[in-house]
């Protein structure tokens, strides 16, 4: 696993582990900086036309994926010195040591395998680093369950095929590398039978066949397909099949990698930001440590320092919750499923070791300062025992300072602001861009066999989320099987929400044009003063007769905001307007009370005249299992205030909303 943009870069101070560092660093990377052929975009054939081979060094040697026998001993050094208290943190997290694992044929409770998978990587690493005999029993007596679950994953949904196959072609291909010469021979067949079974699976479900479409950018096509290159670096040399699972997977992984927004802003939200990314950067690791190909220079990669520095609350454990991430409110309030999961040491597990590694990679400051900002907070990671391997300990973090406090994601046309990087400051948001980025339109037609699969970007074109004085004062509702307009802080037309609402992807029906056209047309920034101007009418389907929603949003730089809404339509149409809260809404004659006890936000509705305002719970469809996500309990997430206007073919709504201290 690459460490440091080098492998296991060094810096001054550290003496003779500094020369170790070089030695083992020198001439294993290529170039940072982007070419033209990175940037071009090649035709699938061209992609599984590529020929893949391992270093010549690491042909028939053990481990090699992520790491090399003679870096294991640089990184014990690591675990005794500049990582120890994160090591010991991460040996912690290990219940292998004091639990066994589910027996075969494995648990169907939701991403119980993919535990599974995690606690044999870790272990196995453990081993690795620690050489105490009684990790590489818990890995062994792990690995070996696994290997006999069926199916890897649901037997109701994709089975052998989907998460949990990628989850597992992981971790066991990893602790197959990794304790190699501590398996006996009969367990490495064993193992690798598995193995190939299970690859060939995923390897078919992912394969290019006439008609098939392939969604590159959703997480269940790069998760399985990140797993089986890691598999397959493994087994190369050793299994028939292994060189072309590995050309497969770096195909998706490729696409993954150039199709996803340059801008940094992942278009699932921060629950998938926190699930998924990941996958994307153990194949960048696994593949460059073990090929020698550097496929790491992306934007998304090098800007995502900015989609977790301002999408993490000045509070450091609340998010703006765009998309389809968590409970909304219940999760706020410390309750519901999800905070047990997102939560488990009461602060946000973020991931932010993944800004460890971005930050080496690219010997970044910044990226280091919004992981050491992470750690701050005490956040949390999947995988703690990969800090180990991201960390670099001689990268001095930039000051958060450097960091503007206005971004603007302009390709997926996302805009934030708070007024300082402290716990105190106020932060808003705005989300007005295509599911998934402007630069999707042009690319979708140079790439046939791309499907877009953009459920997890909710229909919330036109909306905003404010925190003020520690306190998230108006913002979304979380995961729904059935997102909807309504949920979000943006208007309906008639009571339709935008795209096709009533399925999970609302997207499919909506001519990509139209999307295209969703934009954020303007952010002015003038002192702490903040204007941002929207245009949302090709979010909604035809059939809704909206010809112009332009949404203006303002901060005075102190305490208020003033929404502006204007609105077309080809015939005269009621329109209906959300404000929602996460506690109940108090009515006080011509103003509305949001948040509570203050701080709290108060909205005064000062246009139209005449539209009929009402307070209602904000009901949704929760998600159901995997693969009826539809088909979830209905579930109460908040309140909102509604304003219905009478019908007119040209509408102006105008709210003020002031933060009250």
């Known amino acids: 696993m690459l460490v440091n943009g080098n492998r296991f870069g060094h810096r001054r101070g550290f003496g003779a582990f500094a020369v170790a560092l070089a030695v083992l660093a020198a001439g294993l990377v290529g170039s940072a900086a982007p070419t033209a052929a990175q940037e071009s975009i090649p035709t699938f054939a061209q992609l599984l036309a590529h020929k893949v081979s391992l270093k010549p060094a690491l042909v028939g040697v053990h481990p090699r994926v992520f790491v090399t026998t003679a870096e294991l001993a640089v990184l014990r050094q690591r675990a005794r010195t500049t990582h120890k208290a994160e090591w010991q943190r991460a040996l912690a997290t290990l219940v292998s040591l004091t639990q066994a694992p589910p027996p075969p044929p494995g648990s169907q409770d939701r991403r119980a395998q993919n535990n599974v998978a995690l606690q044999i990587a870790g272990t196995s690493f453990a081993y690795a ?36 196959a990628g989850h597992l072609l992981y971790a066991i291909g990893w602790a197959y590398d990794l304790l190699y010469s501590e398996f006996t021979p009969d367990e490495r067949a064993r193992i690798r039978k598995s193995l190939e079974r299970h690859a060939d699976l995923v390897y078919d479900a992912f394969a290019p066949k006439s008609g098939r479409g392939l969604s590159f950018t959703q997480n269940h096509d790069f998760i399985p397909t990140s797993g ?53 950067v153990r194949f960048l690791d696994a593949w460059e440590h073990s090929t020698g190909e550097n496929l790491w220079d992306r934007g998304q990669f090098r800007n995502w320092k900015y989609m977790i520095a301002h999408i993490i609350m000045p509070d450091g454990q609340t998010v703006f919750d765009f998309g389809d991430i968590w409970q909304g409110p219940l999760t706020r309030a410390k309750q519901g499923e999800d905070y047990a999961r997102e939560y488990p040491t009461g602060t946000l597990k973020s991931n932010f070791n993944l800004l460890y590694r971005v930050a080496a990679r690219f010997q970044d400051p910044q990226a280091q300062a919004v992981a050491e900002r992470c750690a701050g907070f005490g956040h949390t990671n999947q995988e703690e025992w990969l800090t180990l391997l991201w960390r670099d300990p001689g990268l001095k973090a930039a000051p958060m300072s450097e960091i503007p406090l206005a971004h603007h994601f302009e390709d997926s046309g996302v805009a934030f602001y708070r007024t300082s990087w402290d ?53 979304d509702t979380g995961y729904a099987g059935q997102p909807q307009a309504r949920h979000h802080n943006t208007i309906t037309i008639g009571g339709q929400g935008q795209g096709d609402e009533g399925d999970h992807d609302v997207w499919p029906k909506v001519d990509q044009t139209a999307l295209d056209s969703i934009r954020i047309s303007a952010m002015h920034v003038d002192g702490a003063r903040v204007r941002i101007e929207a245009e949302a009418a090709g979010a909604y389907l035809p059939s809704a007769g909206l010809v112009r929603f332009h949404r203006t949003f303002e901060f005075d730089g102190k305490d208020g905001f003033v929404v502006d809404d204007a609105i077309e339509t080809r015939q005269a149409t009621p329109i209906q307007w959300f404000l929602h809260s996460d506690v109940p809404i108090e009515s006080r004659g011509g103003t509305f009370l949001l948040g509570g006890t203050a701080p709290s936000l108060v909205a005064t509705m000062t246009s ?31 309140y909102h205030l509604k304003l219905e206007t009478p019908a007119a073919a040209t509408t102006t709504i105008r709210a003020e909303l002031k933060v009250v201290k």
């Not at 620690?130 to 994709?158: R, V």
């Not at 106020?426 to 140079?446: N, V």
């Open 228 to 280: 089986l290159a890691v598999t397959a670096l493994a087994l190369m040399g050793e299994s028939p099949n292994a060189e072309k699972w590995a050309v497969l997977a770096r195909a998706h992984n490729h696409r993954a990698g150039q199709l996803l927004s340059p801008d940094g802003f992942y278009y699932e939200g921060m629950e998938y930001w926190i699930f998924s990314t990941p996958w994307l």
């Open 608 to 638: 139209p005249k005449d539209g009929r305002t009402s307070v209602e719970k904000t009901q949704l469809t929760a998600p159901g299992r995997p693969g009826s996500i539809t088909e979830g309990p209905e579930e109460q997430r908040g």
């Open 129 to 164: 680093i620690e050489q105490d005999p009684k990790y590489l029993a818990a890995a062994k007596t792990w690995t070996l369950a696994a290997i006999d679950y069926e199916p890897w994953g649901y037997t109701f949904n994709k089975p052998n095929t989907d998460l949990a």
């Open 423 to 475: 716990a105190s400051a106020t932060a808003f948001a705005l989300k007005a861009g295509p599911p998934e980025g402007h630069r999707t339109t042009k690319l979708l037609a140079t790439i046939p066999e791309w499907r877009l699969s953009s459920g997890h970007a909710h229909p919330d074109a036109g909306s905003f989320i404010i925190w003020a004085n520690g306190k998230y004062l108006s913002g």
